[in-house]
């Protein structure tokens, strides 16, 4: 992207946020209070991830786990569906009741909005990864290009595509053609992939 390409979509996510921070707040705070009452535990969860150029940086995300889910996670490799570095487990035990239904709306992103404030995350890019990047192959080091984003290419192709390979081509598609109206067409199906839940 030009230095100019890149200024709008910051405009963008700027602007994006301050226009749908009426219902994002609201929505927010209902979602801190149902966590707060669900478990005992911090609200807001954060996690180290990769960000533009490499350079790491603190996620944020509602708590959808119980305190020590991260000293479980080891002990449950064995169910690990996805190729390591990657993790995921279907039906994962260390999820909360509320965090059940946060996850199935993506509600738990929530906070990450500010992240995109903070100038850490875009609205639209490639979601930063928890592993770093020399675990990665060569190839995949183009994502770093660009800061990472709430949403991407992957989340409405069809959010199945969960391998890191099969997301880093997809990210690598995002890259070479993105602008403010590609951002913006991904904005806009992000909404129907989220109420069909598609790998959520």
Known sequence: MTPAA?????????????LTAPLTVPVAACCALAVKLDSPGPVVFNQRRTGKDGVPF?????????????AMKESLQYL??????????????????????LRATSLDELPQLWN???????????????????TWQLWHTRRLE???????????SGRHLVEFDSRSRLDD????????????????????????????
């Open 6 to 18: 890149r200024r709008s979509k910051r405009l963008l996510d700027l602007s994006l946020l301050v």
């Open 58 to 70: 603190k996620m944020f995300k509602f708590r959808t786990m119980v305190v020590d889910a991260e």
């Open 80 to 101: 690990n569906v996805l190729t390591p570095p990657d993790f995921k487990i279907p039906d994962d035990p260390r999820v909360t009741r509320v965090g059940r239904l």
């Open 116 to 134: 995109v404030l903070r100038g850490d995350m875009s609205l639209v890019g490639p979601r930063p990864t928890s592993f770093t990047p020399d």
């Open 146 to 156: 660009v800061r990472p984003g709430l949403t991407g290419l992957w989340q409405v």
């Open 173 to 200: 598609v995002y890259i070479r053609n993105a602008s403010v109206l590609f951002d913006l067409s991904i904005m806009l199906r992000t909404v129907p992939a989220l109420v069909r839940k598609e790998g959520a």
